[in-house]
């Protein structure tokens, strides 16, 4: 079975700062996806960013990016500039195949940016 | 994006009653949905896969008779849960899948239930 593990149950950063969520995963699957997911307190699951595991590159979206390290099996999450609205649950997960099975979670980890 | 909705947003009802719960892909057809547990400050777990036209396929532990899924239509996957009790009382978030293009998986806002 998929396990995905984030160590850092809080984490809090000054605005403008960058700040690096880590994550590790533990599968025997050769092809997968690996998200990160925001969840405000609105509750609303927003997705973040997403990894093919057959890409090398690493993932970017805006202020957003990701060390994957496959053989490794780690998956951080970097937030550059941090901003307030930043302020979240952050959650990693792991679906395998195509991306249409469901997804397996991480415990989260609490992001909170100081003014 | 691709929109998915889940009504209600919030429900409280009595111990022993019943209350349903549905998920909506807005935009999108969606043959497979999730119905997801989260309690305070956990993380999400998975409760079962719903599948058009079929039965839903549960994970180990969830009461299939207690948590009674239907996925009626391509749009639409409800999740009712019977003879409720206040253990019962958590956040359940549905998703569903997209498969035209890039597969995608999309969340709804979650639905607040409360047993008194």
């Known amino acids: 079975a998929q396990t995905v593990t984030q160590s850092q149950p809080e984490m809090s950063v000054q605005e403008a700062e960058t700040v690096t969520l880590s994550c590790t995963y533990d599968?025997?699957?050769?092809?997968?996806?690996l998200f990160w997911y925001k969840q405000p307190p609105s509750r609303q699951m927003i997705l973040v960013i997403r990894?093919?595991?057959?890409?090398?590159q690493n993932a970017t979206e805006n202020r957003f990016s990701v060390n994957f390290q496959k053989a490794a099996k780690s998956f951080s999450l970097k937030i550059s500039d941090s901003q307030l609205g930043d302020t979240a649950m952050y959650f990693c997960?792991?679906?395998?195949?195509?991306?249409?099975?469901?997804?397996?979670f991480g415990k989260g980890t609490r992001l909170s940016v100081i003014a | 994006g691709a929109v998915v909705s889940q009504h209600p947003s919030r429900v409280i009802c009595k111990s022993g009653t019943s209350v349903k719960i549905e998920c909506r892909s807005l935009?999108?057809?969606?043959?497979?949905m999730f119905w997801y547990r989260q309690f305070p400050k956990k993380s999400l777990m998975l409760m079962a896969t719903?599948?058009?036209?079929?039965?839903?396929?549960?994970e180990q532990g969830v009461e299939k008779d207690k948590f009674l899924i239907n996925h009626a239509s391509l749009t639409l996957s409800t999740l009712t849960v019977t003879s409720a009790h206040p253990e019962d009382s958590s956040f359940y978030i549905c998703?569903?899948?997209?498969?035209?293009?890039?597969?995608?998986?999309?969340f709804g806002p979650g639905t607040r239930l409360t047993v008194t």
């Open positions: 998703s569903a899948i997209r498969t035209s293009g890039r597969v995608e998986q999309y």
């Open positions: 599968t025997s699957e050769s092809n997968y996806y």
């Open positions: 990894q093919e595991a057959y890409k090398q």
């Open positions: 997960a792991f679906t395998q195949n195509s991306g249409n099975t469901p997804l397996v």
């Open positions: 935009d999108f057809q969606a043959t497979t």
């Open positions: 719903s599948n058009e036209g079929s039965k839903a396929t549960y």
